[in-house]
């Protein structure tokens, strides 16, 4: 076996593999694991943290989730998942309702399969967004304005938040760029999470669909605790220790 504690490299190589695969380390566990001390644990998290692997939290560590370009390439990318948790997500809306659908990729993938037969009214911060929803002939869709952000694809400024706060929604499809069950909702960018803390409050219920490979995991700046968080719309496939904390969090969890 191993004597990681006289190989730091080996060790830190171990620690990066198990937050590739568990997005979630726990320092203790690592210590006994490794059969290292708790403080050797805390300098390599601290190390890795340095280089932007992880995050350090209280106890451990989360996986740093990397950017993944604007909203065209991301598109493209897992889009039979993607084209799953949309399903999933049409399927929450009620008939005469009023929902904000926010950018991102997954929300692209919602609009598209929302059904033709459904009364509704959207609106949105996304251009892309909008032509998908007037697709549907008994929508009725509101566009938010200002300039556009061209990584999310979206207007976040003051002019669409201004606009939003006129109205009330009884649902909201948040985006996010990562998600842990203890460091709730992030993003990479600050107009963003600005925007998005915006809409929450006029909102009664917050629905986040959320990718395999964003969970868990944390961005740069926060939005939301999971406490905040109504519906969380994920893959069953995820570990049952991951399903777990959320659970714990008492969010619904819908799976496609």
Do not use: W
Not at 32 to 55: M, N, P, W
Not at 80 to 92: D, F, Q, S
Not at 161 to 170: G, L, S
Not at 192 to 215: G, H, L, P, Y
Request: proline share 4%; aromatic share 6%.
């Amino acid at each position: 076996m191993l004597d990681y504690a006289a190989f730091p490299e080996q060790r830190q190589s171990l620690i990066r593999q198990l937050l590739a695969s568990e997005g979630r380390v726990v320092g203790t566990a690592l210590a006994e694991r490794l059969q290292v001390s708790e403080h050797t644990i805390r300098r390599d998290l601290q190390e890795l943290a340095r280089e932007g692997v992880c995050k350090r939290v209280y106890g451990g560590a989360v996986s740093v989730v990397p950017p993944s370009g604007d909203l065209a390439a991301r598109a493209e990318q897992g889009s039979a998942e993607k084209a799953r948790l949309a399903a999933a997500c049409a399927g929450l809306v009620k008939a005469g309702s009023c929902i904000f659908i926010d950018a991102g990729s997954t929300n692209l993938a919602f609009a598209h399969a929302l059904p033709d037969d459904l009364a509704f009214t959207a609106a949105t911060n996304t251009p892309a967004i909008a032509v998908a929803l007037m697709a549907h002939p008994l929508c009725e869709v509101i566009m938010l304005g200002g300039r556009l952000q061209r990584q999310t694809g979206g207007s976040v400024g003051i002019t669409a938040q201004q606009q939003a706060a006129q109205i009330y929604f009884d649902q909201l499809f948040l985006g996010g760029c990562a998600l842990d069950a203890d460091e709730g909702l992030t993003v990479f960018d600050y107009e963003d999470a600005a925007f998005k803390k915006a809409m929450i409050v006029r909102s009664d219920e917050v629905i986040v669909a959320m990718t395999a490979e964003k969970v868990p995991g944390v961005a740069r700046h926060h939005v939301a605790a999971c406490e905040e968080i109504a519906v969380l719309v994920m893959e069953n496939s995820l570990p049952a220790t991951t399903l777990a904390a959320f659970k714990e969090k008492n969010i619904r969890l819908v799976h496609p």
